[in-house]
């Protein structure tokens, strides 16, 4: 099931490499046409631009602001995938059950292990894909921001802080936040899991490797995007699993 959602992102991760590489040259404007630049990358730009007017200029901030707003637009999936999470973690002891029992690697038996875990996820109404979503709606927009920013001059040429905002981070700064900050988030979600279940383990760590790696490249604006987003979901996190981590992580190794 995890190998699955390690290639749901990867394939995503390459989809923002490839789409990046469309119309860049291009300048979005009002009159810009066809779905993608209507209404993704116009609005996008559009409000990145009229924010930056409401705070003095600085598209720096308002990349920050609109960061928030999205977040914020995004809350509830947000929060539904953090439950889940939660709901995921506390079954973990039937789960591992489940796998004892069906351990021979055969196809009638692992389809059944497959039978018997979709009926433990109903039981309990858990979706152990409801995690992608979120990351499958960020996606259009990450890339969304790339082109609005690139084909914006005046948002791509605006320094902030020690950074072009159309530029990679020249010291790396932004893509190494970026990359921690993603490492605890996960952390975060999958305390008490990740022990417990390999794979679970291994995306703790693809990921965050990953975002250095594309942050690196990419320009330092959505290194920005991330790191606020990720310091926001740390946050909206711990506030909705709270101190039951620690507890129910315990309760589930007994």
């Known amino acids: 099931m995890k190998r699955r959602i390690v290639w749901i992102v990867l394939g995503c991760a ?30 996008l730009s559009w409000l ?23 977040r914020l637009l995004i809350l509830p999936l947000m929060i539904q995938q953090t439950r889940n ?6 079954l973990q002891p039937e789960m591992e059950a489940l796998r004892k029992k069906y351990s021979s ?12 875990m979709m009926l433990l996820f109903q039981k309990h109404g858990v979706n ?11 996606m259009p927009i990450l890339i969304g921001f790339y082109h609005a920013i690139m084909r914006t001059r005046e948002i791509a040429q605006h ?5 072009d905002l159309g530029e990679k981070d020249p010291y790396y700064i932004l893509p190494v ?8 988030q996960q952390k975060i979600m999958m305390a008490g899991s990740a022990q417990q279940n390999p794979q679970m383990a291994m995306m703790l760590w693809v990921m965050p490797i990953m975002i250095v790696i594309f942050a690196i490249n990419f320009p330092a604006a959505l290194s920005l995007y991330w790191v606020v987003g990720n310091l926001f979901s740390i946050v909206q996190t711990h506030f909705i699993k709270g101190p ?5 992580s315990g309760g589930a190794k007994k």
């Open 14 to 43: 390459l989809m923002a490499v490839l789409a990046g590489c469309t119309e860049i040259n291009k300048p979005i404007t009002p009159e810009s046409k066809g779905f993608w630049n209507e209404y993704i990358v116009y609005p």
């Open 48 to 70: 990145i631009k009229h924010v930056a007017g409401l705070l003095g200029g600085s598209f720096g901030l308002s990349i920050i602001v609109v960061t928030v707003l999205i």
């Open 85 to 90: 999470a939660k709901a995921m973690q506390a």
């Open 105 to 116: 690697k055969d196809a009638q038996t692992q389809q059944k292990l497959q039978q018997e």
């Open 128 to 138: 152990p894909m409801a995690g992608c979503l979120p990351i499958l709606i960020q």
């Open 159 to 163: 320094n902030f802080l020690w950074f």
């Open 177 to 184: 936040i970026a990359g921690v900050t993603t490492f605890i």
């Open 244 to 248: 039951n981590v620690s507890a129910h």
